[in-house]
């Protein structure tokens, strides 16, 4: 596939994954939502791709959520990205964030599906559902920081730098930018050397030891059901005039 929002190349049995839009912050559109579906697909049958390595372009963000304008004109795209990042969790083999900025809403979801998080000095989290009128992160990221630590980050819908994530385990480590990506496919140069049906059977293994996947379902439903109602539509679109200076 001839990818226009992504940058795909193979280094051995390591793929590296590029989100390519860096004058929007690497932002999700419905092109990029539905060339990751498709390149998470065919990665996920190629067997001599043993670990795959997400990335943003540029050294501002990782990925800056959903593009707010378009996702105003077309209500159905949070569904699709939503759809397309659960691909993510359920990818059958390891996956490394390398997190090089900003990671905000479905940025942010990218980064705790993935199975290891590397951060960059300049990382932000943030899971900014609440003030949107909708549910980011609450279905997951307890498994990472806790019950405690996941509702305050969630109800408050404040940032997390990266000493931060590290302090609470959101992140595995924290590198400095320049050596960022090399530290990420180093880690997955060592994974890859392993045998990919045990590397595949441990993360299959490692998922169930956390419980149900229930909670995922239901915050996919809840969130169908808070974007049909008027307090969604008037606090997203007050959220992307801020952001866009667009309606």
């Known amino acids: 596939m001839d990818y226009q929002r992504l ?3 193979q280094q051995g049995h390591v793929a ?3 989100l390519n839009r860096p004058d929007t912050r690497n932002a999700i559109d419905r092109q990029m939502a539905q060339e990751l579906s498709a390149a998470l697909d065919a990665l996920a049958q190629d067997d001599p791709v043993h670990v795959l390595v997400v990335t943003g372009a ?3 963000a990782f990925c800056a959520g959903a593009d707010m304008a378009e996702a105003v004109a077309q209500p159905d795209l949070g569904p699709l990205i939503a ?3 659960i691909k993510v969790l359920r990818f059958p083999k390891p996956v490394i964030a390398a997190v090089n ?3 905000y809403g479905a940025g942010a979801l990218l980064a705790i599906y993935c199975d290891i998080r590397l951060a960059s000095h300049n990382v932000r989290f943030r899971f900014p559902g609440a003030e949107y009128g909708l549910v980011t992160g609450a279905a997951y990221l307890p498994r990472l920081v806790g019950l405690s ?4 980050i969630i109800y408050t819908a404040r940032p997390v730098d990266c000493q931060e994530a590290l302090s609470m385990g959101l ?14 496919l180093s880690l997955a140069t060592q994974m890859a050397a392993h045998s990919l049906p045990a590397l595949k059977a441990a993360k299959q293994i490692l998922d169930l030891s956390l419980g149900t996947w229930e909670p995922l379902h239901q915050e996919g439903e809840v969130n169908q059901t808070l974007r049909q109602q008027d307090d969604y539509r008037r606090r997203f679109q007050e959220a992307a005039y801020r952001i866009t200076g667009h309606t």
């Open 149 to 152: 630590r996941a509702k305050e």
């Open 101 to 103: 900025g900003y990671a």
């Open 58 to 60: 540029g050294d501002k």
């Open 83 to 85: 759809n397309t990042l």
């Open 16 to 18: 590296l994954l590029r």
């Open 171 to 184: 992140v595995n480590r924290v590198l400095p930018q320049e050596e960022l990506l090399a530290g990420a």
């Open 7 to 9: 940058q795909l190349e």
